[in-house]
């Protein structure tokens, strides 16, 4: 089974708008389990553009199913995850300004800085995942680096999906193989949306966790967002 996770990034963005608390993000995200979300993820970013580290811990306290915080491992970010304790970490290599996440970490080239980060969060208790691109080197490497987890980037394949699918999800599927072979669980994030995410799930192996925000939102607003939570979850189903 893949579960869902819905990213509250953009209805933070949405509240930063303005001055106030509309939408509040400690309802949106509680309705969103209400209505099936399988977990709740956020992307702190530095200029706190989106989700704010204020909003972490309560966000985390009200949490009755799984809170993955994703983000690059800078000293404020690690000792504020630290703190939280998610249950699950996503590190994810973005430069401070980037617009959206859009590659993976080199994870043979950022070995060392990696595993001691890698290890800090596990020593913790937290489910560690790593952001890759669909490589079979990069997998090889995060699983001596010891991660519990890899997320695939999907930007790339949702692009290319609408020109040819099966290309775009063969390198998805190569290494969704050989995360299995090696004993990492799979996520997959970056662009998924009602039209891809079916596919996407049936051509890769055990994929545990899809975190899906900006075309979730999009849809909420002509679907609802209750809708299309179980929009998505029948795509998973
Ligand atoms: N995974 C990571 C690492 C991300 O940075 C993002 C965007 O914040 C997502 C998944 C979700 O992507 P999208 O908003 O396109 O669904």
Redesign the pocket.
Known sequence: MTKLSV?I??VALIRNSRLGNMPNLLTVAKDCELWGAQGI?V?PRPDERHVRYSDLQPLRDQNTTEFNI?GYPDERFLKTVMAVKPHQC?L?PDPPGVL??DAGWDTKGQFGFLQDVVGHLKSAGIRVSL?LNPEEEMVDYAARIGTDRI?LYTGKFAHDFEHDPYDAVAPHALASQAAATLGLGLNA????NLKNLKFYRENVVDLLEV??????ICDAIYYGLQNSIQMYLSKLS
Request: net charge negative; glycine share 10%; no cysteine.
């Open positions: 990213n990034n953009k993820t992307h994703e996503t994810v959206t996440s952001f997320e994030g970056h662009d998924l975190s899906i925000g900006h075309a979730l």
